[in-house]
Each structure stands twice: as structure tokens, then as C-alpha cells.
């Protein structure tokens, strides 16, 4: 059973950081490409920022050069370190496996950027 578990969220002031996690069970951690997600309320789910097998890595616009991803294959567990949040960065942040046209989601944990 193949399960991927966010934790790390929670409610940050304007500035701040925050550290999400993503730990994978039952596949091959280190084949699949591993991504992070955001949707915010009435908006569609983005990609954030990826990071191939082979470590190579991807970020949006809006998110560059303030959000690092990073994955440790020992522990079958992907991060993304987020810093100088703003309320903008508000949503439920999900991770996701990728492996050619297979694909797997977290639950999704909430991130809150608010003075």
C-alpha cells in the first residue's frame, strides 16, 4: 500500500519559515520524481517545485529563490524548506510521487501565513 505523509505545516507571521516533509512508504522512493503542490481556497492545485531521481529540480516563479526542495532516498522522505513566507504562500501543500504515468498523493497539510 503505497502512502505518502505530509507534515511540517502550520500558521507562520509574514517572513517566517517553515519546513514541510514528505514521507513515502510501499514504492521505490529513489526512481520517482517527487513534487510539491499547493491549492489555495478557490484556486486550482500548482505545481511548486519538483525534484527529478536524479536530483535535479524545478521551482515556479513565485516561489524562487525563497523555497528550497531537497529529498533524502535513506529515508524514502522529500522537504521543502520555505522561507520569507507571505500570506500569498497560504494553502494546503500536498506532495506527490511521479513515476513516468504513475502518480501518488499525500493528504495535503495547511500552511498559514498571517500576522
Known amino acids: 500500500q503505497v502512502q505518502l505523509v505530509e507534515s511540517g505545516g502550520g500558521v507562520v507571521q509574514p517572513g517566517g519559515s517553515l519546513r514541510l516533509s514528505c514521507a513515502a512508504s510501499?514504492?521505490?522512493?529513489?526512481?520517482?520524481?517527487m513534487d510539491w503542490y499547493r491549492q489555495a481556497p478557490g484556486k486550482k492545485r500548482e505545481l511548486v517545485a519538483r525534484?527529478?531521481?536524479?536530483?535535479?529540480?524545478y521551482y515556479s516563479d513565485s516561489v524562487k529563490g525563497r523555497f528550497t526542495i531537497s529529498r533524502d532516498n535513506a529515508k524514502n522522505t522529500v522537504y521543502l524548506e520555505m522561507n520569507n513566507l507571505q500570506p500569498e504562500d497560504t494553502a494546503v501543500y500536498y506532495c506527490?510521487?511521479?513515476?513516468?504515468?504513475?502518480?501518488?498523493w499525500g493528504q495535503g497539510t495547511q500552511v498559514t501565513v498571517s500576522s
Open positions: 525534484i527529478t531521481n536524479t536530483g535535479g529540480t
Open positions: 506527490n510521487a511521479l513515476f513516468q504515468t504513475v502518480g501518488y
Open positions: 510501499g514504492i521505490d522512493f529513489s526512481i520517482y520524481a
